[in-house]
C-alpha cells in the first residue's frame, strides 16, 4: 500500500503539471451557457451529513448523488429499486467510509446493495470497490474491456496508456521492478469479485436501467441510462467539472467537459461517445466529476458540446457554467 501511495502522489503531482499547461484545450462556449444558472432543483432532498460529512442528494427519482468530494469533486451515485438498491462507482481508496456513511444516513443501518457497478476502473472510481463489496457481500460489475485494467493486467495498462501513463506511471512502475510491480498491482485489483455486465445492456438490480458502451477515455467504460426520464450517469465521459483547464480544477469551476486528456486513451472514441450521449438527449446528467446537471436546457447544452467537440476533437474541454443555490445546477430554459 505504500508504494501504492507513493506512485499516487507522483502521479497527483503529475496531472497538477500537465493542467497548468492544458488551456489550450479549453473551447470558449456560447455566451448564452456562461451567464446565471436558473432556479434550483427544488426536489433535491439532501440526507444528514453527520460526523463525516457525507450525504446523499435526490437528483432524480431514487437517483442519489454521494459527493461530490475532494479537489477533483469525485462523485458516487445510489440508485434505488424498490426495496434493494445498487452503488455506481466507489471513488477512491479512502471514500470507503463516506460512500458507507452516506448510504446510511439516507436507507439507515441495514440495507446493503445488491451490486456495485464501474463506469470505468480508474482508481477515483474503483478505488474503494474491493473494500465495499467485501464489507456488503455484494459483486463489482464493469464492461469486459476493462476487466484487465482492473485486475492488474500491466500489459493491458500499457495498451489502453494514456499520456499521463506514458510520461510517468508506466516509467515508474518499470523502474520498481516487476516484483514490486507485481504486488502494487495485487493490491488495488478487483480479482475475484469483479464479474462482466451482461451483454446487451441489461443491468443486474436496475429495473429500467441500461448500460451503454462509451469507450475513450477507457476502452471498457460505460454510462448507465434510463430512458424513460433519460437520467444519464456518464462517469468520465462527459463531465460537468472543468477539469481541462487549469483554473477549472483550481477554483471548481462547473461546466461541461470532456474527459481529463491527460489521462484518455483515445480521443476520438472520446468524442464519439460524447455525441452518442448528446443522442440520448438527456434531462439529468450525473457525471463522475463535478455537480449534477439538470433542468430544461441540458439536452441543448449537451448537445451544443458535443457539435463544438466534434468540429475541434483535439479540445475536450468546456464551459463555464454557474451553479444554482442549492442541489444540482440548472440549465437556463
Same mark, same amino acid.
Given at each position: 500500500?505504500?508504494?501504492?501511495?507513493?506512485?499516487?502522489?507522483?502521479?497527483?503531482?503529475?496531472?497538477?503539471?500537465?493542467?497548468?499547461?492544458?488551456?489550450?484545450?479549453?473551447?470558449?462556449?456560447?455566451?448564452?451557457?456562461?451567464?446565471?444558472?436558473?432556479?434550483?432543483?427544488?426536489?433535491?432532498?439532501?440526507?444528514?451529513?453527520?460526523?463525516?460529512?457525507?450525504?446523499?442528494?435526490?437528483?432524480?427519482?431514487?437517483?442519489?448523488?454521494?459527493?461530490?468530494?475532494?479537489?477533483?469533486?469525485?462523485?458516487?451515485?445510489?440508485?434505488?429499486?424498490?426495496?434493494?438498491?445498487?452503488?455506481?462507482?466507489?471513488?477512491?481508496?479512502?471514500?470507503?467510509?463516506?460512500?458507507?456513511?452516506?448510504?446510511?444516513?439516507?436507507?439507515?443501518?441495514?440495507?446493503?446493495?445488491?451490486?456495485?457497478?464501474?463506469?470505468?476502473? !480508474?482508481?477515483? !472510481?474503483?478505488?474503494?470497490?474491493?473494500?465495499?463489496?467485501?464489507?456488503?457481500?455484494?459483486?463489482?460489475?464493469?464492461?469486459?474491456?476493462?476487466?484487465?485494467?482492473?485486475?492488474?493486467?500491466?500489459?493491458?495498462?500499457?495498451?489502453?496508456?494514456?499520456?499521463?501513463?506514458?510520461?510517468?506511471?508506466?516509467?515508474?512502475?518499470?523502474?520498481?521492478?516487476?516484483?514490486?510491480?507485481?504486488?502494487?498491482?495485487?493490491?488495488?485489483?478487483?480479482?475475484?469479485?469483479?464479474?462482466?455486465?451482461?451483454?446487451?445492456?441489461?443491468?443486474?438490480?436496475?429495473?429500467?436501467?441500461?448500460?451503454?458502451?462509451?469507450?475513450?477515455?477507457?476502452?471498457?467504460?460505460?454510462?448507465?441510462?434510463?430512458?424513460?426520464?433519460?437520467?444519464?450517469?456518464?462517469?468520465?465521459?462527459?463531465?460537468?467539472?472543468?477539469?481541462?483547464?487549469?483554473?477549472?480544477?483550481?477554483?471548481?469551476?462547473?461546466?461541461?467537459?470532456?474527459?481529463?486528456?491527460?489521462?484518455?486513451?483515445?480521443?476520438?472514441?472520446?468524442?464519439?461517445?460524447?455525441?452518442?450521449?448528446?443522442?440520448?438527449?438527456?434531462?439529468?446528467?450525473?457525471?463522475? !466529476?463535478?455537480?449534477?446537471?439538470?433542468?430544461?436546457?441540458?439536452?441543448?447544452?449537451?448537445?451544443?458540446?458535443?457539435?463544438?467537440?466534434?468540429?475541434?476533437?483535439?479540445?475536450?474541454?468546456?464551459?463555464?457554467?454557474?451553479?444554482?443555490?442549492?442541489?444540482?445546477?440548472?440549465?437556463?430554459?
Amino acid at each position: 500500500m505504500k508504494r501504492i501511495g507513493i506512485l499516487a502522489g507522483a502521479g497527483s503531482l503529475a496531472v497538477v503539471a500537465i493542467v497548468l499547461v492544458a488551456r489550450r484545450w479549453r473551447p470558449r462556449g456560447p455566451a448564452g451557457l456562461r451567464g446565471r444558472a436558473e432556479g434550483t432543483v427544488d426536489a433535491a432532498r439532501r440526507a444528514s451529513p453527520g460526523a463525516t460529512g457525507a450525504s446523499a442528494t435526490e437528483i432524480a427519482q431514487d437517483v442519489y448523488l454521494l459527493g461530490p468530494w475532494g479537489r477533483t469533486q469525485t462523485n458516487a451515485y445510489l440508485v434505488a429499486d424498490g426495496s434493494s438498491w445498487i452503488l455506481v462507482d466507489a471513488g477512491w481508496g479512502s471514500d470507503g467510509p463516506r460512500i458507507q456513511a452516506a448510504a446510511r444516513s439516507l436507507l439507515g443501518p441495514g440495507p446493503t446493495p445488491s451490486a456495485i457497478l464501474l463506469t470505468h476502473a !480508474h482508481p477515483d !472510481h474503483a478505488g474503494s470497490a474491493r473494500e465495499l463489496a467485501q464489507a456488503w457481500g455484494c459483486p463489482v460489475y464493469a464492461h469486459p474491456a476493462e476487466l484487465p485494467l482492473a485486475t492488474g493486467d500491466f500489459a493491458a495498462m500499457a495498451r489502453y496508456a494514456g499520456p499521463l501513463d506514458r510520461w510517468l506511471i508506466l516509467p515508474l512502475m518499470r523502474a520498481i521492478g516487476r516484483r514490486r510491480r507485481e504486488a502494487a498491482l495485487a493490491g488495488s485489483s478487483l480479482a475475484g469479485i469483479l464479474r462482466p455486465l451482461p451483454s446487451g445492456g441489461a443491468i443486474p438490480g436496475m429495473g429500467g436501467w441500461e448500460w451503454i458502451h462509451a469507450p475513450g477515455h477507457t476502452p471498457g467504460h460505460v454510462a448507465y441510462v434510463r430512458a424513460h426520464d433519460r437520467v444519464v450517469i456518464s462517469g468520465d465521459a462527459l463531465l460537468t467539472l472543468e477539469v481541462n483547464a487549469w483554473s477549472g480544477l483550481l477554483r471548481q469551476s462547473q461546466g461541461l467537459s470532456g474527459p481529463p486528456w491527460y489521462t484518455t486513451w483515445d480521443r476520438g472514441a472520446a468524442v464519439a461517445s460524447i455525441n452518442v450521449i448528446a443522442d440520448l438527449e438527456p434531462a439529468v446528467l450525473a457525471a463522475g !466529476h463535478g455537480l449534477p446537471l439538470a433542468g430544461p436546457g441540458t439536452a441543448a447544452a449537451v448537445r451544443a458540446f458535443a457539435e463544438r467537440t466534434t468540429l475541434r476533437p483535439r479540445r475536450i474541454g468546456g464551459f463555464r457554467r454557474v451553479r444554482g443555490p442549492r442541489g444540482c445546477p440548472r440549465t437556463p430554459g
